[in-house]
T-cell receptor
Framework: DAKTTQPPSMDCAEGRAANLPCNHS???????VYWYRQIHSQGPQYIIH???NNETNEMASLIITEDRKSSTLILPHATLRDTAVYYC????????????????FGKGTRLHILP | EAQVTQNPRYLITVTGKKLTVTCSQN?????MSWYRQDPGLGLRQIYY???????DKGDVPEGYKVSRKEKRNFPLILESPSPNQTSLYFC????????????FGPGTRLTVL
């Protein structure tokens, strides 16, 4: 079962920042927060991940609360091409990684970018 | 360009006709995996491979075979496809360095009549 809770859908105006929340209240100390997105029927695309510090890359920023029970993915200037389902995943990494390393996607958040 | 490729991207076939879906990655990744995605069921892992000649069953291996003779290729084989294997299939790969991200292929949409 997915260990995260996300809103089923969100709207965001084109050009504005899209803030996608995720709750992961049962996260363990050795689990990272990962974000992927899936544009209709394409392969899931990695966006960003973090352990406890905030992270930023060319695609997005990830803000993790101090207690690590929730996080927010920020797309700073959303475009129509950002319309997708966004998945928040907690995943063991490092020496505690499971052998199968299967990624369990929950239902995600369907983000609609409005022109 | 670093990528995972799958072929074919779309396939319609009939029950019982053996088929192979190829997966290839150019990142020298050791770990590779196959998933299927079905509405309401999310992504489910079929098989995975930690390295050449090392493969293991995932959650839904029945009706599938895999092989890992070379590091870059991880084909998915359906010896006798059935309609319940109609699905969207994804291959993924990852370096074996701890914490590395999994990268997914573009997907293969399979219909078995």
């Amino acid at each position: 079962d997915a260990k995260t809770t996300q809103p089923p859908s969100m709207d965001c105006a084109e050009g504005r920042a899209a803030n996608l929340p995720c709750n992961h209240s049962t996260i363990s100390g050795n689990e990272y927060v990962y974000w992927y997105r899936q544009i209709h029927s394409q392969g899931p695309q990695y966006i960003i991940h973090g352990l406890k510090n905030n992270e930023t890359n060319e695609m997005a920023s990830l803000i993790i609360t101090e207690d690590r029970k929730s996080s927010t993915l920020i797309l700073p200037h959303a475009t129509l091409r950002d319309t997708a389902v966004y998945y928040c995943i907690v995943r063991v990494a490092g020496v505690f990684m499971n052998r199968d390393d299967k990624i369990i996607f929950g239902k995600g958040t369907r983000l609609h970018i409005l022109p | 360009e670093a990528q995972v490729t799958q072929n074919p991207r779309y396939l319609i076939t009939v029950t019982g006709k053996k088929l192979t879906v190829t997966c290839s990655q150019n990142m020298n990744h050791e770990y590779m995996s196959w998933y299927r995605q079905d509405p309401g069921l999310g992504l489910r892992q079929i098989y995975y491979s930690m390295n050449v000649e090392v493969t293991d069953k995932g959650d839904v291996p029945e009706g599938y075979k895999v092989s890992r003779k070379e590091k870059r290729n991880f084909p998915l084989i359906l010896e006798s496809p059935s309609p319940n294997q109609t699905s969207l299939y994804f291959c993924a790969s990852r370096n074996d360095r701890a914490g590395d991200t999994q990268y997914f292929g573009p997907g293969t949409r399979l219909t078995v009549l």
